[in-house]
């Protein structure tokens, strides 16, 4: 069954974000990690004017409690894409909110059509109004810091993130920035409502899903960039 719904979610939404999609914002990995014993499959799509979009399809999963580790890749041939492993440990710094991470993404048998590997150090700090993030990433001939922000609240009885960031791109000369938002759509816990028939139908259905959207703009005057992506959690 898990499968099925796999495939299907990978039928309906396509394309990629910037790299091995370890946790974190729109385009930043930061100190959030997959919890222990939930695996995640992910299926998402980048649409940009003019331009073909490809087919990704990936999982991670919370290996021990602040490890995560993940796959993804390519699904279609435009051009072909290699399967690219990711891990982070996260940890903490300050017992109230003050958290750190290492970690790597984009790693491949194959630089030439994946780019190369991705690793980094990245910060966060939880100040109650918002969390704050900040990182660098030594990636070989395009080094980078990126930052972010996010908030999270409460939209029709369900956790609404709100969130932007930005990073260095082309060996720090520009930016890329994005805003978007992701929302659970699982009531939060002592907000169900009690309901009946194709309610309850679709409830049952989609309260494993995260649904994440966000727009990212190059400050080379490029295109902006559209991003859709599907999160199905199953716990263990």
């Known amino acids: 069954m898990y499968f099925l719904v796999f495939v299907v979610f990978c039928i309906l939404f396509v394309s990629r974000s910037a790299w091995a999609t370890s946790s974190g914002?729109?385009?930043?990995?930061?100190?959030?990690?997959?919890?222990e014993d939930i695996l995640v499959f992910?299926?998402?799509?980048?649409?940009?004017?003019?331009?073909?979009?490809?087919?990704?399809?990936g999982f991670k999963y919370g290996v021990f409690r602040d490890v995560e580790i993940g796959i993804d890749s390519k699904v279609n041939d435009?051009?072909?894409?290699?399967?690219?492993?990711?891990?982070?440990?996260?940890?903490d710094i300050v017992d109230?909110?003050?958290?750190?991470?290492?970690?790597?993404?984009?790693?491949?048998?194959?630089?030439?059509?994946?780019?190369?590997?991705f690793p980094y150090v990245a910060t966060s700090v939880d100040l109650t109004a918002l969390r704050l993030h900040f990182g660098f990433a030594p990636q070989?001939?395009?080094?980078?810091?990126?930052?972010g922000a996010d908030k999270t609240v409460t939209f029709l009885h369900r956790n609404l993130?709100?969130?932007?960031?930005?990073?260095?791109?082309?060996?720090?000369?520009?930016?890329?920035?994005?805003?978007?938002?992701?929302?659970?759509?699982?009531?939060?816990?002592?907000?169900?409502?009690?309901?009946?028939?194709?309610?309850?139908?679709?409830?049952?259905?989609?309260?494993?899903m995260i649904l994440e959207s966000w727009v990212s703009k190059p400050s080379t005057g490029n295109k902006e960039t559209y991003t859709v992506k599907l999160n199905y959690l199953i716990r263990f």
């Open 78 to 91: 435009k051009p072909h894409g290699h399967a690219m492993f990711q891990a982070k440990y996260a940890f």
């Open 96 to 117: 109230d909110g003050w958290r750190g991470v290492i970690g790597v993404a984009d790693l491949s048998d194959n630089r030439k059509d994946n780019g190369e590997y």
């Open 25 to 35: 914002l729109n385009n930043i990995p930061t100190t959030d990690t997959t919890p």
């Open 42 to 57: 992910q299926t998402w799509g980048n649409f940009a004017g003019g331009e073909h979009p490809g087919q990704f399809a």
């Open 161 to 208: 993130q709100i969130r932007g960031d930005v990073l260095h791109i082309n060996d720090k000369k520009d930016a890329l920035f994005s805003l978007g938002f992701l929302y659970e759509l699982n009531a939060r816990s002592g907000d169900e409502k009690a309901q009946s028939g194709l309610a309850e139908f679709w409830n049952e259905i989609t309260k494993s």
């Open 140 to 147: 070989p001939h395009n080094e980078r810091f990126f930052a």
